[in-house]
């Protein structure tokens, strides 16, 4: 039998579909990721089921959804998570390729544990706690704290390219995985990307200060707490608009640098040839449509992620499909090439048809999404100045078409037409001609829940007593 090909998985954070050059972005320079893009596939139609950080991560590795593998949220430490099912019982693809005789490694961020402790299947770690920092970062490395100096994707960049240049990776398959933290908050670039841009201007999105009222947002957008000017972690704390949005994209060529470093050292070694090379961001980002900041909210800009796979002689360069490809859908395609087989309770599907060019007629047309996360984001009346929390939100989005429910908000939805509409500006929900549609996405969402058995998440915590 051929070799089993080896396995490199990089996940960004925070890194949207249309951020790389081969995107047609107008500023930003990625040469690493769009060779890496003209060497095999770049999915056009690529979607988390959860546009948040720990949940999303989770989904990618066991290709299952928050529901099902347990870590609905990014508070780490709330009991509402349930850590202890995903760390003692949940399998994902680099522990199942251990077992099949892989040697695994992972560096960089993980954010799914609080500590960055080292996770079943691993025989090399080295993880950031948490959010880590971008400057002088401490890592857990094989179960102890160390401090290294200079910027944390740099550092993740450097160990990881070593670890392919040991000689023992010619022993065995391997399967590494690598987590950068650009361009996650506060969109730290590294020193040498400080200036870049200056004197260029970059305009506001189109939908930046959109009309809520004329669109028909409902209030759980229109006072939601991720605005420009509310959310804590917004522009504000950059200076404004410009010097954000600059560092924003200084920080995405600091993690393309790092990416053309593992890039090389498969090359180098002449390790690439048989190796599938992922590359995926966790969830996308607001950068003021909607005069948002962050993610959650199921728009466009926060569902969709850059999903870049090659694998010399099995997919063929350029290659460019326009199926719908979901984080699900990574850990049962790596384990698919890699001849080994997928769990019986994954939903995701390999995407091993769809990148060699085969006939899918009976590919997925939609998809289910979900978002969970309770205090500060949910909805507690009376609080934040009038101001709304992100309350608990389910959605389907099919190839034309998106429905959206807001749990617990005096039943708001958002129906949108996404041919006619693009950038999501006008409700139809409330539209008596489009009464026929509503109850078809509405029916066909009720559909995916009792498919996916999806359980409704734990209530919130009653809201804070004033004092």
């Not at 402790?117 to 080295?126: A, E, N, S």
């Not at 917004?234 to 393309?256: A, H, M, N, Q, T």
């Not at 090659?310 to 460019?320: L, S, W």
């Not at 969402?445 to 007593?465: C, D, G, I, S, V």
């Amino acid at each position: 039998p051929p070799p089993r090909p080896n396995v490199v998985y990089v996940i960004v954070d925070d890194l949207r579909w249309d951020c790389l050059g081969i995107a047609g972005h107008p500023h930003l320079l990625t040469p690493h990721m769009d060779l890496l893009a003209r060497g095999g596939a770049r999915m056009k139609e690529s979607f988390v089921v959860t546009s948040l950080c720990s949940p999303s991560r989770a989904s990618f590795l066991t290709g299952r959804y928050p529901h099902q593998h347990g870590i609905r949220h990014n508070h780490l430490k709330n009991g509402s998570n349930d850590l202890t099912r995903f760390e003692n019982e949940e399998r994902t693809f680099p522990q199942i390729l251990h077992e099949t005789g892989y040697a695994t490694a992972y560096f960089g961020k993980f954010h799914i544990v609080p500590d960055g402790r080292p996770q079943r299947g691993f025989d090399t770690w080295m993880a950031l706690p948490g959010q880590g920092q971008y400057i002088d970062p401490t890592y857990d490395v094989n179960g102890k704290k160390r401090k290294f100096q200079g910027h944390a994707d740099d550092i993740t960049g450097d160990h990881a390219a070593a670890w392919l240049k040991d000689p023992a990776r010619k022993e065995k398959p391997f399967c590494l995985c690598v987590g950068f933290k650009a361009p996650h908050a506060p969109q730290t670039p590294p020193p040498r990307h400080a200036r870049w841009l200056e004197g260029v201007e970059i305009p506001k999105p189109a939908n930046y200060d959109e009309d809520y009222a004329a669109g028909g947002k409902p209030d759980v957008v229109a006072k939601s707490t991720l605005r420009i000017g509310v959310f804590p972690h917004g522009l504000e704390k950059k200076g404004g608009w410009d010097p954000f949005i600059k560092d924003f994209y200084r920080s995405i060529r600091g993690v393309d640098d790092n990416l053309g470093k593992i890039l090389a050292a498969l090359q180098e070694t002449g390790l690439a040839q048989n190796t599938l090379v992922v590359f995926v961001g966790d969830n996308g980002f607001y950068l003021g449509e909607h005069h948002l900041i962050d993610k959650r909210f199921p728009y466009e800009e926060g569902l969709r992620v850059p999903m870049l796979i090659r694998c010399p002689g099995r997919i063929a360069p350029g290659t460019t499909p326009t199926q719908i490809a979901l984080s699900i859908d990574i850990a049962p395609t790596i384990l698919d090439f890699c001849g080994v087989g997928i769990p019986a309770n994954v939903p995701g599907r390999s995407l091993s048809p769809i990148l060699s060019g085969q006939e899918a007629s009976d590919w997925r047309r939609d998809f289910f999404y979900e978002y969970a996360e309770p205090p500060p984001f949910y909805l507690r009346e009376g609080e934040d100045k009038g101001n709304i929390p992100v309350p608990y939100i389910v959605a389907v989005r099919s190839q034309r078409h998106k429905y959206i429910e807001y749990l617990d908000a005096g039943g708001a939805c958002e129906l949108y037409d996404l041919a006619a509409d693009p950038r999501e500006m006008k409700n139809l929900a409330g539209d008596p001609a489009q009464a026929e549609l509503l109850a078809s996405m509405r029916a066909r969402l009720a559909a995916l829940q009792k498919e996916l058995r999806w359980t409704p998440p734990p209530p919130p915590p009653p809201a804070r007593e004033k004092r």
